[in-house]
């Protein structure tokens, strides 16, 4: 597994944008202290989902509010209709590691790291 980050980096409820990976992956502490990380990159247009509104295990996409689920990546309405994948992670001594999922993102057109 690979370590993006520490625990201390994150806020509840808030996002953290991870960009020593391609393409960038969005980290989030949800309120009953759970980590999840998914792709940061709506799968509609370019956006950062790290500067979404989180809330009930979903993160609401900053340009456009389609909302996906942090545990399964499912979009829940349009204009996003495609889910963002989701990768398996893991706290280990306050640092967060991550085993990143093999599957082909959902990148919008034209998203260039
Ligand atoms: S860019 Fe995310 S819903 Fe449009």
Redesign the pocket.
């Known amino acids: 597994m690979l370590r993006i980050c520490s625990l201390s980096d994150l806020t509840e409820d808030e996002g953290f944008r991870v960009e020593s990976v391609t393409p960038p992956v969005a980290v989030f502490l949800t309120a009953d202290h759970d980590v999840h990380v998914i792709d940061d990159t709506?799968?509609?247009?370019?956006?950062s989902?790290a500067e979404?509104w989180v809330e009930d295990g979903c993160v609401e996409?900053?340009?456009?509010?389609?909302r996906f689920s942090l545990t399964t990546g499912e979009?829940d309405s349009?204009?996003?209709k495609l889910p963002v994948r989701v990768h398996r992670s893991e706290v280990v001594d306050g640092e967060v590691f991550v085993e990143l999922s093999t599957a082909t993102p959902n990148l919008?057109p034209g998203a260039v790291f």
């Open positions: 709506c799968t509609h247009q370019n956006a989902l979404g996409c900053p340009l456009h509010t389609s979009a349009p204009p996003a919008p």
